[in-house]
């Protein structure tokens, strides 16, 4: 059975943040990933981590001003300079908790102009040098545009190609069944197809991004094939509980 890792900004809700981490821990939970630290010190995200003997799977680096709509800087040519000094302000967090890969937002731009392209293909190079030294990966995620309408990177195959046109050691594809149902359908194929390239897994079920027990997608054959594939890494638990986090849990080995 893969390693789960609660998404604590979706997941115990029901808790402040930081006290998610022992609410995940005492579920039985050993990892955890979310989307943003950033509201909190390096020194207190640390603590929570190391206190119930957790492992961070994964955070996003900073998208910007996400309560004004930013999802992200990355393909945004006028903003070249916020995005760098992005990845100075999560280098403490990165730090501290000793997370392995973080994830980079692309923002709300179009696919096709070729400014935003050649600015997204920068930023990625550029963040993938940064993260090195440290024995980070970096992860780009194609997410939906039901979701996320207007999101740069909405496609899981241009992904693929870009991260192979790229050839960076530390770059790898956040592979989320949820969005890729969405955007393509053939889960599995693709699955199977793009596994050497595959840093992090996040699941959801389609189309209510509920619990993974239901709808669309068979998880329990996706999470066998996820052992039969030998994927090393963790499945990230994005999805939004349907009632409270504790009485979702049935789908989950750990309890």
């Known amino acids: 059975m893969p390693r789960f ?20 821990a005492e579920a039985g939970f050993t990892a955890v990933e979310f989307l ?11 603590e929570r981590l190391r206190r119930n003997r957790l492992e961070l799977a ?15 800087l990355a393909a945004l040519p006028e903003r070249g300079r916020e995005f760098e000094a ?16 973080v994830h980079l937002m692309a923002g ?36 939906n545009g ?12 241009a992904a693929a190609r870009l991260i192979g046109d790229l050839a960076l050691s530390n770059l790898r594809l956040q592979f989320d069944m949820y969005h890729c149902q969405i ?22 079920s389609v189309p209510s991004r509920h619990e993974p027990d239901g709808e669309e997608l068979n998880y329990p054959f996706l999470f066998a094939e996820l052992d039969q594939l030998r994927y090393g890494g963790f499945v990230g638990c994005e999805y939004r509980p349907a009632g409270r986090t504790l009485d979702g849990l049935g789908w989950f080995p750990g309890r």
């Open 5 to 24: 890792a609660a998404n604590l900004t979706m997941m115990f809700n029901e808790w402040d943040f930081l006290d998610r981490f022992d609410a995940a």
């Open 108 to 143: 709300l731009a179009d696919p096709a102009t070729a400014a935003n392209v050649e600015a997204y293909r920068a930023a990625v190079r550029h963040a993938a040098a940064f993260l090195a030294p440290h024995g980070v990966d970096l992860v780009i995620e194609p997410i």
């Open 58 to 72: 994964l955070f996003n680096l900073p998208p910007g001003d996400w309560a004004a709509g930013d999802r992200g």
């Open 36 to 46: 943003f630290p950033y509201d909190h010190s390096p020194e207190d995200v640390a």
């Open 86 to 101: 992005s990845l100075d302000t999560a280098l403490p967090y990165i730090q501290a908790t000793g997370v392995r890969r």
């Open 146 to 157: 039901r979701d996320m309408p207007g999101y740069f990177l909405n496609d899981v195959d």
């Open 183 to 204: 955007i393509h359908g053939d889960v599995t194929t693709r699955l199977r197809a793009l596994l050497p390239l595959i840093g992090h897994v996040q699941v959801a």
